[in-house]
């Protein structure tokens, strides 16, 4: 498999085209041999990192980030459900990140799950183009997808947040892989957990249930400042423009989906002076 030839084809058509399963397989495969073999914390460091959202399908984002200059590119999970071009979004990112491992970073989503995907519709739309069975060749990517970024030594990149039992930054490289549904209590809260401005420490999260939590600012500050960071950069929620700041400036939310009502898809460029908002496309 060529994931360089896979990109152009996806570069250069206006429409994506469907893979064949074995051209599909054969990626997921790969794909699986290096995420299992990845760290659960990636390290990114080296000037100009573009981090992007939750495109769920939105294969036309990922296309237009790719395009974009950037040093490295990040992108914080939900790849898959309720968008149109679940199977074509996965394909092109796990394409890119084959072709440039050293440069692309795939983080687990929470929609990077049976129970999500079931709900969803990303194991349906598996199921429709190749077969039922096809579905566990995804299930084995997913499980072995990394949960953090640590970006420029100064801000964690992660889907959902903080957890309640997270004291330090490094211990997130400890977390199982091989893990379908995240059993372990940590990265459970890591893909599931969001900022609230009315919180202190944490709280139950009434709208997404339970072993879900709401965290505060004031956890937000006593994680930050005893692992040396700035700032948690995060996906999971969408606002409009793709952007929110929590905590000034402590949390801040990036959500890269255009089939969501926020407008234009954001990512966030990280760079010496520190990060901005940009649009995509």
Same mark, same amino acid.
């Given at each position: 498999?060529?994931?360089?030839?896979?990109?152009?084809? /996806?570069?250069?058509?206006?429409?994506?085209?469907?893979?064949?399963?074995?051209?599909?397989?054969?990626?997921?495969?790969?794909?699986?041999?290096?995420?299992?073999?990845?760290?659960?914390?990636?390290?990114?460091?080296?000037?100009?990192?573009?981090?992007?959202?939750?495109?769920? $399908?939105?294969?036309?984002?990922?296309?237009?980030?790719?395009?974009?200059?950037?040093?490295?590119?990040?992108? &914080?999970?939900?790849?898959?459900?309720?968008?149109?071009?679940?199977?074509? %979004?996965?394909?092109?990112?796990?394409?890119?990140?084959?072709?440039?491992?050293?440069?692309?970073?795939?983080?687990?989503?929470?929609?990077?799950?049976?129970?999500?995907?079931?709900?969803?519709?990303?194991?349906?739309?598996?199921?429709?183009?190749?077969?039922?069975?096809?579905?566990?060749?995804?299930?084995?990517?997913?499980? %072995?997808?990394?949960?953090?970024?640590?970006?420029?030594?100064?801000?964690?990149?992660?889907?959902? +947040?903080?957890?309640?039992?997270?004291?330090?930054?490094?211990?997130?490289?400890? &977390?199982?892989?091989?893990?379908?549904?995240?059993?372990?209590?940590?990265?459970?809260?890591?893909?599931? %957990?969001?900022?609230?401005?009315?919180?202190?420490?944490?709280?139950?999260?009434?709208?997404?249930?339970? +072993?879900?939590?709401?965290?505060?600012?004031?956890?937000?500050?006593? /994680?930050?400042?005893?692992? $040396?960071?700035?700032?948690?950069?995060?996906?999971?929620?969408?606002?409009?423009? $793709?952007?929110?700041?929590?905590?000034?400036?402590?949390?801040?939310?990036?959500?890269?989906?255009?089939?969501?009502?926020?407008?234009?898809?954001?990512?966030?460029?990280?760079?010496?002076?520190?990060?901005?908002?940009?649009?995509?496309?």
């Amino acid at each position: 498999m060529n994931p360089e030839r896979l990109i152009q084809d /996806f570069l250069t058509h206006s429409q994506p085209r469907p893979l064949p399963w074995s051209l599909y397989e054969e990626l997921l495969e790969e794909a699986y041999l290096k995420h299992r073999s990845d760290p659960q914390l990636y390290s990114v460091a080296g000037g100009d990192v573009l981090v992007v959202g939750d495109t769920h $399908g939105d294969v036309y984002t990922s296309l237009a980030a790719a395009r974009m200059e950037w040093g490295k590119l990040v992108f &914080l999970g939900d790849y898959v459900d309720r968008g149109p071009y679940q199977l074509e %979004n996965l394909a092109f990112l796990l394409a890119l990140e084959l072709a440039y491992p050293e440069k692309v970073y795939l983080v687990r989503g929470n929609h990077e799950s049976p129970l999500m995907n079931r709900r969803y519709g990303f194991m349906d739309v598996v199921a429709s183009r190749y077969g039922r069975g096809a579905y566990r060749f995804f299930q084995r990517v997913f499980a %072995n997808m990394s949960y953090a970024a640590v970006i420029e030594e100064r801000y964690l990149g992660v889907h959902g +947040g903080l957890a309640r039992r997270l004291r330090r930054v490094d211990e997130i490289a400890g &977390l199982p892989k091989d893990d379908p549904e995240p059993l372990d209590e940590v990265a459970f809260e890591i893909l599931w %957990n969001d900022p609230d401005e009315a919180v202190e420490y944490f709280e139950p999260n009434p709208l997404r249930g339970r +072993g879900t939590y709401l965290y505060g600012r004031r956890a937000v500050e006593e /994680f930050l400042g005893g692992n $040396g960071l700035e700032a948690i950069i995060r996906a999971h929620q969408p606002y409009e423009g $793709g952007y929110r700041e929590h905590f000034g400036g402590r949390v801040v939310t990036v959500f890269s989906c255009r089939y969501y009502p926020i407008g234009a898809p954001a990512a966030l460029r990280i760079g010496p002076s520190g990060f901005r908002v940009e649009k995509i496309g």
